[in-house]
């Protein structure tokens, strides 16, 4: 079992691997900032950036004024309270791939301190790092490492990188972190779930018809055409944040909120995955390539024409399919998975569709019962329940109404962004919110045969324009079983 580690008084030393990269840049630095803010950092806790500069401190506090907080949210900006940000923060200059470099972090360590290890770097480095810090005598007991994604192109590489880490750390001290497990709505989906009787007896065969989850983005492939080239949606997107979400949807009520419960379920869901042969690929999944078009009323290019992109390239930008899960709770309850770049809209929504009506009173056959709930994730947070009522005036003429819940509303405490609430659970130990080794690797062993699939047959991604909601095969996808995507229904 997963145990956290006792509250420490001692102090915390944080370093981030990659600490002046786009990610540290972008994301964990205005995180760390609002959890120092809001005074969720133990007080003496070090910041602690590595990275190639020679920079000395007064250079790399020019470099993160310049570059942080234009990522940090105007109306939570202080002037002093960042000073005192900056003085947490410390640059050391380190090689990842040189041993000696770690004698230098070790001499900015706090003596007796709590210490966490942020890989914000490829997996490529992630062994030589911990075998570095471990030849440095930085890695104890208490000493807490968090892997970014990916977690390897397949079954094989994430064993590998898996075993290598476990050398120098043990399971409960490795998270693996997928920031969509920190978001709000996320988290509160298993609140929603299970803790309202009007859901929990519903959330099952033959009662829903349909599931949906979404996870579109507007932005092309952008600067990361060196990683995502040869990567494409599916390893980037659907093996880590859609298949964590499916979890959270499809899985059976934990015995406990403790970690390793919450997560045997979690597996559960990813073990009970009806395998795709070849001819299921065919079938039931959809591959696409962005082209030209327009994104956000501007001109965008197709992927081809984008910068450092291979001619001729076959990685796909998008992917749609449909996934059914073997066991009694889902029984013959197909679930839809999509993600792409360069969608009509910057979208992340889980969309359950409750089972049509056997039978109807009303004669207003235009409209069938219309009951969903539908999950926003970004890039606003609320929960809406669609259901149908009567128009006003004679007769009986039903429309769709929705039931909002609007969680910024109904609470007045800060939402954390998710970053934030993942980053103030690694210092406090909570193991929940993070994948366990055998989910990453249950989560590859499904995936994997679906990209073989892929090569076996050979087929290149099927063209949708920029700005579009992708290729006209994944509405055909859901049609199939009488569904549609949420903005075509």
Avoid at 43 to 62: E, K, N
Avoid at 163 to 172: C, K
Avoid at 295 to 321: C, D, H, M, R
């Amino acid at each position: 079992m997963a145990t956290s580690p006792s509250p420490s008084s001692a102090p915390l030393d944080l370093v981030i691997f990659g600490g002046v990269g786009d990610l540290s840049v972008r994301k964990l630095l205005p995180a760390l900032y609002m959890a120092h803010l809001h005074n969720n950092l133990p007080a003496a806790t070090r910041i602690h950036a590595l990275g190639r500069q020679t920079w000395d401190r007064a250079g790399f506090l020019a470099f993160i004024g310049e570059k942080v907080p234009g990522f940090i949210e105007a109306k939570h900006f202080d002037d002093g309270v960042w000073a005192g940000f900056l003085d947490r923060l410390q640059f050391t200059s380190v090689d990842a791939t040189r041993a000696e470099d770690f004698a230098s972090l070790a001499a900015a360590m706090q003596p007796g301190s709590d210490r966490v290890y942020y890989l914000a770097t490829a997996p490529s480095l992630f062994v030589g790092i911990c075998a570095h810090l471990h030849g440095a005598g930085l890695i104890d007991e208490r000493a807490r490492v968090v892997l970014e994604k990916p977690l390897g192109h397949d079954l094989a590489s994430a064993r590998q990188i898996n075993d290598d880490v476990g050398r120098y750390f043990q399971e409960q001290q490795i998270f693996r972190i997928d920031h969509y497990l920190g978001k709000e709505t996320v988290q509160n989906l298993m609140v929603l779930r299970f803790g309202n009787s009007i859901f929990e007896p519903l959330w099952r065969s033959p009662y829903i018809k349909s599931v949906q989850i979404t996870v579109a983005e507007s932005v092309g492939v952008g600067s990361r055409a060196g990683f995502y080239d040869g990567t494409g949606a599916m390893r980037d997107m659907i093996q880590n944040h859609l298949l964590q979400l499916l979890c959270i949807v499809a899985m059976e009520p934990p015995v406990s909120l403790d970690p390793d419960a919450v997560r045997d379920e979690k597996l559960k869901v990813l073990r009970s995955l009806r395998p795709m042969t070849v001819a299921d690929v065919a079938k039931d999944t959809v591959r696409g390539q962005y082209t030209a078009g327009a994104s956000n009323g501007e001109a965008a290019v197709g992927y081809l024409q984008e910068a450092n992109i291979p001619e001729g390239s076959t990685t796909e930008t998008f992917v749609a399919l449909k996934a059914h899960i073997n066991n009694w709770r889902w029984a013959n309850v197909p679930i839809f998975l999509r993600t792409g770049k360069r969608m009509a809209a910057r979208q992340s929504e889980i969309v359950i569709e409750f089972a049509d009506l056997p039978f109807t009173i009303f004669s207003d056959s235009a409209h069938r019962s219309v009951n969903r709930l539908m999950i926003r994730l970004q890039p606003e947070e609320h929960i809406q329940l669609q259901m149908m009522a009567k128009e006003p005036g004679s007769g009986m003429k039903l429309r769709p109404v929705s039931l909002n819940l609007d969680l910024e509303s109904a609470f007045t405490e800060r939402r954390a962004e998710a970053y934030e609430r993942l980053l103030i659970d690694v210092t406090k130990g909570r193991l929940t919110h993070f994948m366990r080794r055998d989910e990453l690797e249950a989560a590859w062993a499904w995936v994997e045969p679906i990209i073989d699939g892929w090569q076996q047959l050979g087929e290149k991604p099927k063209a949708y324009t920029a700005g579009s909601w992708g290729p006209a095969a994944s509405s055909a996808l859901m049609a199939r079983e009488g569904s549609a995507w949420v903005e075509e229904a």
